[in-house]
């Protein structure tokens, strides 16, 4: 996209620009952001930046990133380029510089046109110092040939990991600010506050060409914020009385979905809070609405989706509330990092139950990634439940999922009141047993069935009514066992695969415990609470929804193909029929409700390949246009009977055979006699073929 040759310098170039007449970062430092001295870390990172290297910085959030690249811009002639993910962010980091006399823009579909053309006017005159731009406008070709025109010394990357294709937060545009780089020539920072070693490894490809930059990983602990999770029970009550002891504080809630924001922010607003809601699907002015109103100000709650992220630099959020389970550890860590970035104390509960664990597994199994990627997105998802279900501190559980090491912090719900623990090694074991026997097939719900002793037709149809694991789960109930189950993933001892549709399979984790070579502990106040809360109304049961995810993950591609609405394709009944009768040939196939012949013809093969994992063998046009019909049968009969006649019935004769339409042909019109026959067929082929077919005709 870019045309690389415009400022065209040499590494050594590059460092001589960077260096030329500083002006001393002290002195900056203390004048324009008033402060006396760096905080931990940043003084080496911005030392790298000013010293012309391509810069890779890993800090927690409130750890003073945009510092790190502000700094070096009014250290140096010419402009800093600020590439960020949201215009309120932009709008932002420009309001504070400003104030604090620095020349800085942001060029944004939120300008008006004379705001853009001061920012053009800086330009031209050389004063302006930052220049920020969301990425999506790189691919803009006006874009480039703007940047052409002037003097950019730098390029800063903030929320670097919206690189990741398949991170929380990804934004396709950012893979287009490699070939920036390249086209400009220039030194690139990129910044961001979560990036476990599979992100960092894509954004070194993705923004630096795969050449390791000069990294520092600037640690991930927040001491300031006291970490909590909490079993969901009435869960708006629960979010209210978090809210009602933290009255006047600004604070977060964030929700899985836009209803649930709109109505738990009716919630508090009716308890006497300051609240508002926000989500995606709310009008452009009326989400900048809210985001002025948290800006400005005191003790407003946002009750969102996690659309109201990346953006949030209030420096005094007070609190974060999770109304369900994040997505992922990362989006969590991201998510919490919103509180407290002032250095003062700031509180966060997060809600977990079954219900949440089922919407995150749909959601990563309907995501069209490959699966091995979803895979690891199921193996995050239980890092998260790994964290929920933690037995120690949980800041030494998320630090460690970081690579980091450290001291019970003293400042989590774990450490204010440790769990109860026990002895789970028996009930893993017969467990992971039920899982071995009927040969990772099936998911927890299954599982739990052949445990505690619960003889289904599905059960009884595959005769696991008779493993010596049915029934040796009695000791808990249903709801306790899937406790452990979750505790299970939480240890990374199972996975869900993507390829059998959330059927459980065992990490090399748990072989050990399998063969009775190691024990675990799991926590025994989660197994003794769990209790059978409100039915959650589902389509289809626990067993069949990963199927149903996969089945709706077919049609989304499909659909998107097509450009048009996924019911076109096929409407939720019928796929809820197809995950429940699990059909295994297009004659299976079109027994299902709203599977018509054009529907069958243009996507029978596909779901079937889906819920049979295999390809669907050609099927003549023929053949298929019988699929589901009486007449079916008897095409495969007359197939079969033509196939052992092919050389006649000595098999030394020269080969003849009939033509799929003229098989189709004999099983619809049903010839009784030779003659007829003989027209259908021609007399060569009535001769070879015509006995043996009147002879299967007779019998119907």
Known sequence: MFQSGFCEKTPQDKQAITLADMTPITDIL?????????????????????????????MPTGGGKSLCYQLPALARDGVTLV???????????????????????????????????????????????????????????????????????????????CVSQWGHDFRPDYLRIGDLR?????????????????????????????VDPVT???????????????????PR????????????????????????????????????????????????????????????EDGLIVVATVAFGMGVDKPDIRWVAHADLPKSIEAYYQEI??????????DTMTLYGPEDIRLRRGQIDESLAPNDRRDADHGRLNALLGLAEALVCRRQTLLGYFGETSAPCGKCDLCDRPPETFDGTQSVRKALSAILRTQERFGAAYLIDILIGNATDKIRANGHQDLPTFGVGQDLKRVQWQAVFRQMMGHDLIRPDAERHGALRMTDRALPLLRDQDTIT?????????????????????????????????????????DVPAYIVFNDRTLVEMAQKRPQTLDDMAGISGVGAKKL????????????????????????????????????????????????????????????????????????????????????????????????????
């Open 237 to 296: 009550r629960q979010i209210l009385d978090f809210a009602a002891a933290r009255q006047g504080q600004s604070g977060i809630v964030y929700c899985a979905t836009r209803n649930k924001t709109e109505h738990l922010a009716a919630g508090l607003r009716e308890a006497g809070h300051n609240a508002c809601h926000y989500h995606g699907g709310m009008d452009p002015p009326d989400r900048a609405v809210v985001e002025e109103r948290f800006a400005k």
């Open 83 to 161: 590439i960020s993910p949201l215009i309120a962010l932009m709008r932002d980091q420009v309001r504070g510089l400003q104030s604090q006399g620095v020349v800085a823009g942001a060029l944004t579909s939120a300008n008006t046109p004379e705001q853009t053309q001061s920012v053009m006017d800086a330009l031209e005159a050389g004063t302006l110092k930052l220049l920020y731009l969301a990425p999506e406008r790189l691919g803009m070709a006006s874009t480039m040939n703007m940047l052409r025109r002037y003097p950019i010394r730098q390029i800063a990357v903030d929320e670097a990991h």
């Open 182 to 210: 390249r086209a400009l020539n220039v030194p690139l920072a990129a910044f961001t506050a979560t990036a476990d070693a599979e992100t960092r490894a894509e954004i070194v490809e993705r923004l630096f060409g795969g």
């Open 216 to 234: 520092f990983l600037r640690g991930f602990d927040r001491p300031n914020i006291h970490l909590a999770f909490v079993a969901k029970d009435t």
């Open 30 to 58: 203390r004048d324009v952001f008033g402060f006396d001295g760096f905080r931990a870390g940043q003084g080496e990172i911005v030392d790298a930046v000013l010293a012309g290297s391509d810069v890779l910085a890993i």
């Open 522 to 562: 799991l926590r025994l106040d989660t197994v003794k609470q769990a209790r059978s809360g409100p039915v959650v109304k589902t389509l289809v049961s626990d067993e069949d929804a990963p199927l149903l995810s996969a089945l709706k993950a077919k049609r989304r591609a499909l659909a998107e193909a097509a």
């Open 601 to 700: 013809q243009t996507y029978g093969a596909e779901f079937l390949g889906v819920i049979t994992g295999a390809a669907t063998a050609p099927v003549h046009p023929a053949r298929r246009k019988m699929a589901g019909k009486p007449s079916a049968n008897l095409y495969d009969h007359l197939l079969e009977v033509q196939a052992q006649l092919t050389r006649g019935q000595d098999g030394t004769e020269k080969p003849i055979s009939c033509s799929a339409a003229q098989l189709a042909k004999v099983a619809q019109m049903k010839p009784r006699d030779m003659g007829a026959m003989a027209r259908v067929l021609g007399d060569k082929r009535a001769e070879r073929f015509g006995p043996a077919f009147l002879e299967i005709l007779a019998e119907i």
């Open 337 to 346: 990092g919103r509180a407290g970035r002032d250095g003062g104390p700031a």
